[in-house]
């Protein structure tokens, strides 16, 4: 039976550290979010990350804006975010609505104050080896595997799964620690041929059942990035959990692995750009 990667308890242990690390600057640190529209799934992640900054003694300002805000308005709000000494971190919660380019918005964000590093300059660090922050999930997935001292280095890495956001940098993330990476992708004429081959597996799709216990190598790390809603109610990940648990070495479970992490790190984002802005005042 494999060893649960309890992202909830990590998550925990982590958001006390940050908030023990932000006590010590000089001002608190700042993250502003804004949410465009009134998606319920969009809503509750704002309001979590409202409850993480309090929980990690941040400033937390918040900008709703109504579904038909225009792109104009908003890289005008991006704009005094930017100018704004109080805030260390600026996110836009994604999706926005198709009148607005996502791109246009991402890349207005300084790079200094990109909390969930999307800017293209931010990628281009993270590729380039340089510091920078990193983008959360993937972040949160190599903060879990060395809490675990799972290290990725020398083994078969595959990736399922190849956004911007999510399947791109943890390929780059498990590289750059010198696993060897596979990625795949809708176009993968044999997902399963790829999968049966990796040490450490990370399902990044969006699809349920997806991943079954044949596809795992037994004793295999696999990591669950997905959250699809299940229709009786509740969550689930990408993998067959309960078949592939008895095949694994370690495994995530769905809820409580990545997401937590996700939300977690990017507080330490927040802190490690807050740092940065107070290193002249300290
Ligand atoms: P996305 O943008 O929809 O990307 C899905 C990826 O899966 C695409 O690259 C797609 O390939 C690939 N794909 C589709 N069918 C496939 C198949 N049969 N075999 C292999 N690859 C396939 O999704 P995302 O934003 O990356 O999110 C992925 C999942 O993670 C979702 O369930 C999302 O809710 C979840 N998520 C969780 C967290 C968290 O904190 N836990 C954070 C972000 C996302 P193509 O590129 O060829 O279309």
């Known amino acids: 039976m494999a060893i649960i990667l309890d992202g909830k308890a990590l998550a925990k242990k982590l958001r006390a550290q940050v908030a023990r690390e932000a006590a010590q600057l000089p001002r608190k640190p700042g993250l502003a979010v804004i949410l465009v529209g009134d998606d319920p799934a969009s809503r509750l992640y704002v309001s979590n990350k409202e409850k993480d900054c309090a929980q990690c003694g941040f400033l937390s300002f918040e900008h709703k804006l109504p579904a038909e805000t225009s792109q104009e308005d908003l890289l005008a709000l991006i704009g005094r975010l930017n100018e704004d000494p109080a805030v260390d971190g600026i996110l836009v919660q994604l999706p926005v609505p198709r009148h607005i380019s996502e791109k246009a918005l991402l890349s207005a964000i300084r790079p200094d ?47 399922a799964g190849r956004s911007n956001i999510v399947g791109k940098p943890m390929a780059m993330l498990l590289l750059r620690a010198d696993g060897t990476v596979t990625m795949c992708h809708s176009k993968t004429p044999d997902l399963k041929a790829e999968t049966a081959k990796a040490d450490i597996l990370v399902s990044a799709v969006g699809r349920r059942g997806l991943i079954t216990a044949d596809m795992v190598k037994e004793g295999a790390v696999v990591i669950d990035v997905a959250m699809n ?35 977690a790190v990017l507080m330490q984002n927040v802190l490690s750009l807050a740092k940065e802005h107070q290193k002249s005042v300290r």
């Open 113 to 159: 104050k990109d909390a969930d590093a999307f800017h293209p300059e931010n990628v281009g660090k993270m590729l380039t080896g340089q510091p920078s922050v990193w983008p959360c999930t993937p972040y949160g997935v190599m903060e879990l595997l060395s809490e675990y001292g799972i290290d990725p280095a020398g083994k078969r890495c595959v990736v």
């Open 229 to 263: 809603t299940r229709p009786e109610g509740g969550f689930c990940g990408d993998v067959d959990f309960d078949a592939v648990s008895q095949k694994a070495a370690y495994i995530t479970p769905v809820p409580g692995g990545v997401g937590p992490m996700t939300r």
